[in-house]
């Protein structure tokens, strides 16, 4: 963890200090090496957050890009008593999960239940292959009539299994810990994955890393993606995701979406 209570202050990892995690109150000890970035540990390799992961370089950049109050946000379901720790929650109650390490199906979804307002930001560049089958994919996208915007018919061919049928936008970082890459570069952009699909299209944005960090800080994100998944289509999106099997030229004919000042709007193919 970034972050751990001293006198009842958040303070960073202090070599030699301890100091009390900030969701179950136990001593924990700073952690200050060569090797992993500097960081805050329970005694012995427990962890009060069984959703925690250890913590890189890419995590932390991530989350510095949000205010520090923040991060590391505890949160307590009081139904079911359970205790986690998002690792940015903004004003708006807009969790953003960074994930690094891969993660199993049954846990992501956990965590889209219990987060329910949130999005994951992956770090595509721990698998060598990721970026490569990405840029060869990428290549079938087809615009629409909104900037940035893309339709694409087989997201599997673009991104690892494990996100496609994520219940939340996924986000997906190609640049890792690299220092910005050159202007024109395809990974200064990020990749978000919308849930559902469009008839059996996947919506994918694409956005500058900063244009990101902008919209999941002043709000507009959660406004943004509302509007998506509530727009007046989307039952009707719903339902033509139900498997009916169409041959591809049958589905090519059917009436497609496209964005009209922010929301989905049904148009006939000519
Ligand atoms: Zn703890």
Same mark, same amino acid.
């Given at each position: +963890?970034?972050? %751990?209570?001293? #006198?009842?202050?958040?303070?960073?990892?202090?070599? /030699?200090?301890?100091?009390?995690?900030?969701?179950? /109150?136990?001593?924990?000890?700073?952690?200050?090496?060569? !090797? $992993?970035?500097?960081?805050? %540990?329970?005694?012995?390799?427990?962890?009060?957050?069984?959703?925690?992961? &250890?913590?890189?370089?890419?995590? $932390?950049?991530?989350? #510095? %890009?949000?205010?520090?109050?923040?991060?590391?946000?505890?949160?307590?379901?009081?139904?079911?008593?359970?205790?986690?720790?998002?690792?940015?929650?903004? %004003? =708006?109650?807009?969790?953003?999960? @960074?994930?690094?390490?891969?993660?199993?199906?049954?846990?992501?979804?956990? *965590?889209?239940?219990?987060?329910?307002? +949130?999005?994951? !930001?992956?770090?595509?560049?721990?698998?060598?292959?990721?970026?490569?089958? @990405?840029?060869?994919?990428?290549?079938?996208? *087809?615009?629409?009539?909104?900037?940035?915007?893309?339709?694409?018919? @087989? &997201?599997?061919?673009?991104? &690892?299994?494990?996100?496609?049928?994520?219940?939340?936008?996924?986000?997906? =970082?190609?640049?890792?810990?690299?220092?910005?890459?050159?202007?024109?570069?395809? *990974? #200064?952009?990020?990749?978000?994955?919308?849930?559902?699909?469009?008839?059996?299209?996947?919506?994918?944005?694409? +956005?500058?890393?900063?244009?990101?960090?902008?919209?999941?800080?002043?709000?507009?994100?959660?406004?943004?993606?509302?509007?998506? +998944?509530?727009?007046?289509?989307?039952?009707?999106?719903?339902?033509?995701?139900?498997?009916?099997?169409?041959?591809?030229?049958?589905?090519?004919?059917?009436?497609?979406?496209?964005?009209?000042?922010?929301?989905?709007?049904?148009?006939? $193919?000519?």
């Amino acid at each position: +963890m970034k972050f %751990a209570l001293l #006198n009842g202050s958040r303070i960073e990892a202090i070599k /030699g200090v301890n100091a009390q995690c900030t969701i179950c /109150g136990s001593n924990v000890i700073a952690k200050c090496g060569k !090797i $992993r970035i500097d960081h805050w %540990a329970h005694k012995g390799e427990r962890n009060c957050d069984p959703w925690w992961e &250890p913590e890189t370089e890419w995590h $932390r950049r991530w989350k #510095n %890009a949000f205010s520090a109050e923040w991060q590391e946000y505890a949160l307590f379901d009081e139904r079911t008593g359970e205790k986690h720790i998002a690792d940015v929650r903004t %004003a =708006d109650g807009l969790v953003l999960e @960074f994930q690094h390490s891969a993660i199993a199906p049954k846990e992501r979804t956990s *965590r889209e239940q219990f987060y329910k307002s +949130m999005a994951w !930001i992956v770090d595509g560049s721990r698998l060598k292959r990721d970026h490569p089958r @990405f840029l060869k994919g990428q290549s079938n996208w *087809r615009k629409t009539g909104k900037v940035g915007f893309y339709l694409v018919s @087989f &997201p599997e061919d673009c991104f &690892p299994a494990l996100w496609l049928d994520s219940a939340v936008p996924v986000v997906f =970082d190609f640049l890792g810990t690299d220092l910005l890459a050159n202007p024109g570069d395809l *990974r #200064n952009s990020v990749y978000c994955l919308f849930p559902g699909r469009v008839g059996r299209e996947a919506v994918v944005v694409v +956005m500058t890393r900063e244009q990101f960090i902008t919209i999941a800080n002043n709000g507009d994100w959660i406004k943004w993606v509302d509007n998506f +998944m509530n727009g007046p289509s989307h039952s009707e999106r719903e339902q033509q995701t139900q498997p009916s099997q169409p041959s591809l030229n049958a589905r090519r004919r059917e009436s497609q979406y496209i964005l009209e000042r922010g929301r989905w709007v049904k148009r006939r $193919r000519l």
